[in-house]
């Protein structure tokens, strides 16, 4: 049975500071030896200021950055970001200026290496600089996920995939959900974080994780060495069965998952929290797929007011299944995967997912059944 810590917590500088060190103490944080390579890998998804809660908190940041320091490490933040420079989102995150004074690096993750994350992927690029790390610490957002449920521990490991290899992927793993979380829990099976730290202080809920996204204070950071027994407290907190995050599922049909999480601390039972709608994907015969990909599942619409014509939901979507007439998005559903990318990288959160009117009347009568 894995530990899993939950402590409150503000983003006062003192106190993030205070809960940090507390956590990493009680997991053996000590531990890390002097002259060690430690890589800190926040969520930097994109430019958006901490009020947004899509990215991990500056000052989470730097707390965590300060106790490896603290054990005489040689650290580096560092993350592939899915937009936007990785200068900009330093600078609108405030990630620069809270990690200013501390001799540590803080740069884009760019090089990837091959490495074997093991059935049915085999050697897929992976970042070097997390592939070469003496010590990882996760430092993930408690945020929603319109195609995952949930990002959390095991998810913001997929930041370790580097740059177009993201999308790239999600092409691979098509509309199958369960297959995209299986390659997230090998990634995070093979990387092994040895301590994971979540910035749940100002999370998401809503259609989460780009800025449609809603904030959501719930004022705690968890921590834990076992990413999945983290992920599964969270699912606690949040009142949903860790079976229905769907990383977590793989996880415990593979034999990852070491019994429900122990909880040192008290974990708030938080209510009302918004989850994505989780509408079906394709079933039943191949025949029926074109149809129902038109009028049943869940897809991406965008809301024409918010929008800005950018194109950058176009320029992402790993299906180009988005093309542009004019100002005016057009999708083909048909190639659309589902992976929900263009929300998470639209800079004006005008992006949302929803299940067409036919697809609601058709989950009602299954929901009947
Ligand atoms: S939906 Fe968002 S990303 Fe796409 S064009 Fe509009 S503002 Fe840009
Ligand atoms: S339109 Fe959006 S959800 Fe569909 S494949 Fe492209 S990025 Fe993914």
């Known amino acids: 049975m894995a530990q899993v810590l939950c402590r409150r917590s503000t983003y006062e500088g003192t106190v993030v500071r205070e809960v940090v060190r507390d956590c990493l103490d009680s997991l053996g944080g000590r531990e890390i030896a002097a002259g060690s390579r430690v890589l800190v890998k926040p969520n930097l998804l994109g430019p958006a200021a901490p009020h947004r809660a899509m990215l991990t908190h500056p000052l989470v940041v730097r707390a965590v950055a300060e106790y490896a320091l ?13 937009m936007g420079s990785f200068d900009r989102i330093l600078k609108e995150n405030g990630v620069r200026e809270a990690l200013t004074g501390l001799n540590v690096e803080c740069r884009e993750l760019r090089n990837s290496v091959q490495v074997d994350v093991g059935e049915p992927f085999g050697r897929i690029e992976l970042a070097e600089d997390a592939v070469g790390a003496d010590v990882i610490i996760n430092v993930p957002k408690l945020k929603t996920h319109s ?5 959390l521990a095991v998810k913001n490991l997929f930041g370790c995939v580097v740059g177009l290899r993201k999308p790239q992927w999600h092409l691979r793993a098509g509309v199958d959900r369960e297959r995209f979380a299986a390659l997230l829990v090998r990634i995070c099976a093979t990387l092994k974080p040895a301590f994971n730290i979540l910035d749940g202080v100002l999370a998401m ?7 449609g996204g809603i904030p959501r204070h719930v004022g705690v950071v968890m921590a834990g060495r076992d990413a999945f027994a983290l992920d599964a407290a969270v699912c606690r907190m949040l009142g949903v069965p860790p079976g229905e995050l769907f990383t977590h599922a793989v996880a415990m049909k593979a034999g990852l998952v070491d019994g429900a999480p122990e909880i040192d601390g008290d974990l708030p ?7 994505p709608v ?9 025949a029926l ?3 129902m990909r038109q009028h049943l599942i869940q897809r991406p619409l965008i809301d024409d007011d918010a929008c800005k014509a950018c194109r950058d939901c176009a320029k992402y ?5 988005i093309s542009f007439e004019g100002r005016e998005a057009v999708f083909d559903y048909n190639k659309c995967i589902r ?9 004006h959160g005008a992006m949302r997912a929803e299940e067409p009117r036919l697809g609601r009347i058709f989950s009602r009568i299954i929901d009947r059944k």
Do not use: I, N, W
Request: hydrophobic share 35%; net charge positive; aromatic share 6%.
């Open 70 to 82: 603290d054990r005489g490490a040689k650290v580096l933040v560092a993350d592939s970001q899915a």
């Open 147 to 151: 195609q995952m449920l949930l990002t």
């Open 205 to 211: 809920e809503g259609p989460g994780p780009g800025k």
């Open 269 to 275: 039972r938080v209510q009302g929290f918004r989850f």
């Open 278 to 286: 989780m509408a079906s994907t394709l079933f039943g015969p191949k």
């Open 289 to 291: 797929h074109g149809l």
């Open 317 to 321: 979507c790993p299906a180009e299944a």
């Open 339 to 347: 992976c929900y990318c263009c929300l998470e990288v639209c800079p």
